[in-house]
């Protein structure tokens, strides 16, 4: 049963210590205009803290997408006939003409950051974000860095709408979605005590560059079975093993190539490699150019 809050209470804003700005029709205009920014823009942009009572309800979907990310107590969401617990350190997105209604938590109200967006790649950075609309609520790491980019962005507009602002604003939103929807490379581990197995094997690669490495050694390296590795790296780079560690060995010979005078043969030599014509077409293979010419127009 759909949770609500008593309807004289529930309150579209009104929050002591909020903030937000919705930009003027004219701006998001421009915005739409200008090639710089037309991809990928805010429209609208604020935080709620402790909003007790806060509830939307559209039951006509709008026209930008939202993304709503709770950093302290909780809330729901009812999207696409779900509806889903929100907390803190969770996030969610409505992609745009959704239907969609949700609301404040009464005894733990939630403090919430959001902020609507559109463009041209809006809908397939929502794709992204909500896992091709499989997942609408997802947790992320909490992160002073993300926080702080937030707060740069509404600064800056409270400034004013000026070209340099607006696009200044909008280049970092690329950079604030791109941080809920890759997480875990944007909270980097602090050391190798939060690092799993697939992590400290990669940096395993990355020491053991000059050598060949079969997938025995690796998952050996791990302390997991070869097939369970195999699978572990897979869903985690998206790659198999060796073939990652190849594009390791071929990133390394790319800064031979462009800082140093070493020999092609020499360079193959330096990546586990003994034939040098073995090299040049598994350079070529990756790269889609030999190593001179890799070389050559590195410049």
């Known amino acids: 049963m759909l949770r609500k ?15 937000a700005i919705v930009l003027p029709g004219k701006i998001v205009q421009s915005c739409e205009d200008s090639p710089l920014i037309s991809n990928l823009f805010i429209t609208d942009i604020g935080f709620y803290p402790k909003a007790k009572f806060h509830y939307r309800k559209r039951s006509v979907g709008i026209s930008q997408h939202i993304l709503i990310y709770c950093v302290d107590g909780k809330g729901w969401v009812q999207l696409d006939g779900q509806e889903y617990d929100v907390k803190s350190g969770q996030y969610f997105v409505v992609p745009a003409e959704m239907v969609h209604q949700y609301g404040s938590d009464e005894d733990a109200p939630w403090s919430i950051y959001w902020l609507h967006f559109k463009g041209r790649l809006a809908n397939d950075y ?37 070209a340099d602002n607006l696009g200044y604003i909008n280049m970092c939103l690329w950079y604030f979605l791109s941080s809920f929807c890759y997480d875990d490379i944007f909270h980097v581990p602090s050391g190798n005590a939060e690092k799993d197995a697939i992590d400290l094997s990669i940096e395993f690669m990355q020491q053991n560059i000059e050598h060949t490495l079969s997938l025995r050694e690796l998952a050996a390296e791990a302390h997991i079975s070869p097939s369970h590795y195999a699978a572990l790296f897979k869903k985690k780079t998206g790659y198999p093993p060796l073939e990652y560690f190849n594009h390791i060995k071929v990133q390394k010979a ?46």
Do not use: W
């Open 254 to 299: 790319c800064q031979y190539l462009h800082f140093t005078n070493l020999q092609i043969k020499e360079i193959a030599y330096k990546v586990g490699i003994c034939d040098p014509y073995y090299f040049s077409r598994f350079f070529s293979n990756i790269m889609g150019v030999s190593p001179l010419e890799y070389r050559n127009r590195k410049h």
């Open 5 to 19: 809050s008593p309807v004289a209470q529930r309150k579209k804003d009104g929050f002591k210590g909020q903030k």
């Open 126 to 162: 929502t794709s992204q974000l909500t896992r091709n609309k499989t997942k609408f609520v997802a947790s992320v790491n909490f992160s002073e860095e993300r926080t702080r980019l937030f707060d740069s962005m509404y600064a800056t507009l409270e400034n004013g709408y000026s």
